[in-house]
């Protein structure tokens, strides 16, 4: 079941994604114990932060997605107590306003980090985030520095409230990324409408959840066409079908998120899934990475 990813070797090809138990060491190792072939921490940056104000998170009726807008709270050097303690393969989050910025972060956890994963595509946090990545020049720029500062593999995490998510992706290579990460949640609002206000504290946030998979799935095909690096997928998975459907597009490996707040062992039994359709199809992993673009049709262009 295992899996490389620019040179970190997974057990299995499901992670933890950013910010879902990423906060201290003990829920980081409870993801890793009930399956989780790698953790990506929270968002961890240059200076602590508070956050935005609640309501922070909202979970729609139907189950389909969730929004949130935490802010990228986070107690930046301070949480290498707990990025310590975890006892797997385990990628930084980290985030920053500069180039500059980020190159700090990554020199901060270098000594803790297996790879880092650079937050470019944030929704909800001015002068943060997608800010930065969807500017191709910035995400070139930050991906140059964080590569120039660390001697570890480098993941850029694309967004996906961009037309063309190839030319971030063709800019992150360039400046020097080891794999990318696609997507970060998608630019989203909500309102209540017996009050008439908007339900996030923030008004603005990112949405996550299966309503968001076939947008990075495409965006996940549309790289994998453009680039030369590893993919990893992630939006909306919570099941095995889900991240073979990735797969088959593309992604080497996973990320899990939201699917995880009903129960952690999520993880595990994705990857079962995963392990028992390759078997089925007979397929080794690296024929089922991309296998899609092998299968489609002639045009596949809108």
Not at 87 to 97: A, H, I, K, L, R
Not at 105 to 119: G, H, I, K, T
Not at 189 to 200: F, K, N, Q, T
Not at 263 to 273: H, M, T, Y
Request: charged share 20%; net charge negative; aromatic share 4%.
């Amino acid at each position: 079941m295992s899996v490389e990813v620019s040179g970190v070797e997974f057990e299995q090809p499901v992670l933890l994604a950013s910010g879902i138990l990423g906060s201290t060491g003990a829920s980081l190792n409870r993801a890793l114990r009930s399956g989780a072939g790698g953790v990506v921490t929270k968002s961890v940056g240059p200076h602590e932060r508070t956050g935005h104000p609640g309501p922070n998170v909202f979970v729609d009726d139907s189950d389909e997605y969730a929004l949130n807008a935490v802010g990228l709270s986070n107690p930046s050097t301070a949480f290498a107590d707990e990025v310590e303690k975890v006892e797997g393969p385990t990628v930084v989050s980290v985030f920053g306003g500069t180039a500059d910025e980020f190159a700090e972060v990554a020199r901060n956890f270098e000594p803790y980090a297996d790879a880092f994963e650079l937050n470019v595509s944030c929704p909800h946090a001015e002068g943060y985030g997608v800010d930065i990545g969807a500017d191709p020049d910035l995400t070139q720029d930050v991906t140059a520095a964080v590569a120039d500062a660390v001697d570890r593999p480098v993941w850029v995490k694309m967004t996906p409230d961009v037309t063309d998510v190839t030319r971030i992706g063709v800019a992150a290579q360039e400046g020097g990324a080891d794999a990318v990460v696609a997507t970060n949640t998608l630019s989203a609002l909500a309102i209540d409408v017996e009050s008439g206000r908007p339900i996030l504290g923030n008004v603005h946030g990112g949405m996550s959840g299966s309503a968001l998979k076939p947008v990075a799935v495409r965006c996940v095909y549309d790289l994998y066409e453009a680039l030369d690096i590893p993919i990893v997928g992630v939006g909306g998975v919570s099941s095995a079908e889900d991240a073979v459907e990735y797969m088959l597009a593309g992604a080497r490996a996973v990320e899990v998120g939201t699917a995880v707040r009903d129960a952690v062992g999520v993880l595990g039994e994705i990857a079962q899934g995963v392990e028992e359709y390759k078997r089925r199809k007979s397929l080794s992993h690296d024929e089922l990475v991309g296998r899609a673009h092998e299968l489609a049709p002639e045009g596949g262009e809108e």
